[in-house]
């Protein structure tokens, strides 16, 4: 069974605190993502990376930046959290234009 | 840029209902077509997937989705909803050039029993 995990489930941050949300892939997929999933808005795609230390902007990029140091690994930091930046944030992974495979989420509130 | 466009955003069925989920896309090239399900409190996980072959394709509990190349739909079906089947569903296209899925803004499924 494919098994991404996310470091937290919920998140409570200031404004302008810095942000580190990780994500866990165990399945060896050259592809990692970064979601963030908003009412109404289903989900929309901030960045992905297609292999070690190389990534890619998605398209909504701002105020993100990320970091894939190990395959397994890939990390979403907000640098300045805004409250416009509360929302749930879902990774996933996968293979060429394959499946992805979704972590449980972290749902981030900034206050 | 490639769009996905979900027409119902929130659908309301009473058990042994049919369904339909309309789905369509905007890109024109080579696409391969998933309908993701978030049940309550639970991950995103994989419906069903088109990437070749029989346009018509069959998911996991009983959904299927027909894929119309001339339509850029890739529409849900379920003949018969069951109240288990409340939840989210997110119909996305890759196009073989991006990797990552575009998404279209989701359907919430509640069914009464």
């Known amino acids: 069974d494919v098994k991404v995990t996310q470091s937290s489930r919920y998140l409570v941050k200031r404004t302008g605190e810095k942000v580190f949300l990780e994500c866990v892939q165990d399945m060896d997929h050259e592809n990692m993502f970064w979601y963030r999933q908003d009412p109404g808005l289903g989900l929309r795609l901030i960045y992905f990376?297609?292999?070690?230390?190389?990534?890619e902007k998605g398209d909504i990029p701002e105020g993100y930046s990320v970091s894939r140091e190990k395959k397994e690994r890939f990390s979403l930091i907000l640098e300045s959290a805004s409250t416009n930046q509360t929302s749930m944030y879902l990774c996933a992974s996968g293979r060429g234009v394959g499946t992805q495979y979704f972590g449980p989420g972290t749902r981030l509130l900034v206050l | 840029a490639q769009s996905v466009s979900q027409h119902n955003h929130h659908v309301i069925l009473s058990e042994a209902a049919s369904l339909e989920l309309g789905c369509n896309y905007s890109y024109g090239g080579t696409v391969n077509l998933f309908w993701y399900v978030q049940y309550p409190g639970q991950h995103l996980q994989l419906l069903l997937k088109y990437f070749s072959g029989d346009p018509l394709v069959k998911g996991i509990k009983g959904f299927e989705a027909e894929f119309i190349k001339s339509k850029f739909s890739f529409n849900l079906r379920k003949p018969s909803v069951q109240w288990s089947d409340t939840a989210e569903y997110f119909c996305?296209?890759?196009?073989?050039?991006?990797?990552?899925?575009?998404f279209g803004s989701g359907t919430r499924l509640q069914v009464q029993p």
């Open positions: 990376s297609y292999d070690v230390k190389m990534k």
């Open positions: 996305a296209v890759i196009d073989t050039g991006r990797r990552a899925l575009t």
